[in-house]
């Protein structure tokens, strides 16, 4: 019997699986409900989150519970143990969405999910995106004192490997006539280049041919220029027509989409959703590392009543049991003091099937057992007194 549900309780809805893992705090769970959205980008400090759904559904959902813009903002920093509250306020929705998602009553129609509570004003903004003058994503400048003595083909650097979304370029090309007398054409040319290191495109600029000598420089800006398909990497070249010896300078800016330079007030590069999944993976498994290894606390999970003499059950992924004496014989000897010592009242042993590392006596009622490595055992072994029943506490780490 559960309270939405009536006496015929709830269950798992047809279809769902046993077991059920979302990373990212379950971002994808919280997308399918559409007044859920403003949460999404802060439940991913839950990492991965999962269900064992013939649990989740044996009980009611949790409920949700209203966030403020402060709960938002300590969530961001959840190894803080004051901050901790937060992270359990987002979990409690998280669950109760899940709740929701996988689960039904078995005799009666399932109520509707409840609305979201109403948004915290002015919450944290995560990753803004600030207007701004674009700036390049990939580019290079080269300055070179070209002897331009012989007339001829002068290479220049190769800009390859650039990322995938950027969409066009700006080049720009200057010379100046340090030396000699005033020369004719000088060509610079953008050669783009295939895997096979061929050329694909070439794309032909000439100077003034009247440049005094120690004059300023001569600019020729290129810009949004696309590469064509099939270029991996782009070289910009300098060919003189006349014999003379000048400073050249070359520069070269790859812009994503159709950004084009400092005129532009959309960002650059945007987000790599690979780079995102691969960070909200690693922060998953570091969530899961701090939750095991080093807990801030627990969560009580199955109980196994009635538990005499000597016996065991399996487990798995645990932080540790709570063993209480729930019948005590009046033969077994104690110790006045706070915890009462018992003597003699028997031990809990957390192993595999290669073997038991120790036996963790149960002197008081309850008796707490936190081992090291507790997550890596898969059987618990118990021994009791004569007499005595227990109940053993399975105790997990929080989501």
């Keep these: 019997m559960t309270v939405l549900c009536g006496v015929g309780g709830s269950q798992v809805k047809p279809g769902v699986q046993n077991f059920i893992v979302y990373s990212a705090g379950g971002a994808g769970l919280i997308g399918l409900s559409a007044d859920w959205g403003w949460l999404e980008a802060f439940s991913v400090v839950l990492g991965l989150v999962s269900w064992d759904t013939t649990q989740l559904c044996a009980v009611d959902p949790p409920g949700f519970v ?10 961001m920093l959840p190894a803080l143990p004051g901050n901790q509250a937060a992270v359990a306020k987002i979990a409690q929705n998280v669950n109760t969405l899940a709740w929701y998602q996988f689960c039904q009553c078995s005799t009666i129609a399932t109520p509707a999910q409840p609305a979201s509570p109403t948004p915290p004003a002015n919450p944290p903004v995560v990753s803004p995106t600030l207007p701004t003058n674009a700036r390049s994503c990939y580019g290079i400048f080269s300055e070179g004192f070209y002897d331009l003595s012989a007339t001829g083909l002068h290479t220049g650097a190769v800009l390859g490997n650039w990322p995938a979304n950027i969409g066009n370029f700006n080049f720009q090309f200057e010379t100046r ?13 953008i050669k783009w280049i295939n895997a096979g290191n061929g050329i694909v495109r070439t794309d032909n600029y000439t100077l003034d041919p009247t440049l005094a000598v120690g004059g300023p420089f001569l600019t020729v800006p290129v810009n949004g220029v696309v590469p064509p398909p099939g270029a991996v990497s782009v070289r910009t070249d300098i060919t003189s027509a006349v014999g003379v010896k000048d400073r050249a300078n070359n520069s070269t800016e790859g812009f994503c989409g159709t950004n ?18 691969m960070l909200q993976t690693i922060l998953g498994q570091v969530n899961l590392i701090q939750r095991q290894a080093v807990p801030f606390a627990y969560l009580s999970s199955t109980a196994h009543a009635g538990l005499a003499g000597t016996g065991s059950f399996p487990i798995s992924g645990l932080l540790g049991v709570s063993v ?20 003699d009242a028997g031990f809990v042993s957390l192993g595999s099937a290669d073997g038991y590392p120790q036996d963790y006596r ?24 004569p007499g005595i029943v227990a109940t053993i506490t399975e105790l997990i780490r929080e989501p």
Excluded: K, M, Q, W
């Design 362 to 385: 149960v002197e008081h009622n309850p008796t707490l057992i936190l081992p090291a490595r507790a997550g890596a055992f898969t059987t618990l072994g118990y021994t009791f007194h």
């Design 177 to 189: 006539n340090d030396f000699g007398a005033p020369h004719g054409n000088i060509l610079f040319s």
């Design 66 to 75: 209203a966030l403020t813009a402060a709960d938002l903002f300590n969530s």
């Design 324 to 343: 209480a004496l729930t019948t005590l014989p009046a033969s077994l000897g104690s110790s006045v003091g706070t915890p009462v010592e018992i003597f």
């Design 260 to 277: 084009t330079g400092p005129t532009s007030i959309t960002p650059c590069c945007g987000p790599d959703a690979s780079v995102i999944a």
